[in-house]
């Protein structure tokens, strides 16, 4: 599994997750994390909130998974 497809799962329920716990819960460290969640938030995969450091799933991207996983 690539490390776009592991945050993007830890985020598949939809839900505001803070940066630091996707870090610890993916094993991935802080700068390599932030790169993805700049490149998944410029191409609209995530909403990112920088001032509280949490991030979340578009509308659309969530809808695409739970499709493609039915």
């Given at each position: 599994m690539s490390t776009i497809d592991q945050v993007l799962e830890l985020l598949k329920d939809g839900d505001w997750h803070k940066l630091n716990e996707i870090a610890k819960q993916s094993g991935l460290q802080?700068?390599?994390?932030?790169?993805?969640?700049?490149?998944?938030?410029?191409?609209?995969?995530?909403?990112?909130?920088?001032?509280?450091q949490k991030?979340?799933?578009?509308?659309?991207?969530?809808?695409?998974?739970?499709?493609?996983?039915?």
């Open positions: 802080q700068p390599k994390l932030e790169a993805i969640v700049n490149f998944l938030a410029e191409y609209e995969f995530i909403y990112v909130d920088k001032e509280q991030a979340k799933l578009t509308h659309s991207v969530l809808k695409f998974l739970k499709k493609s996983r039915a």
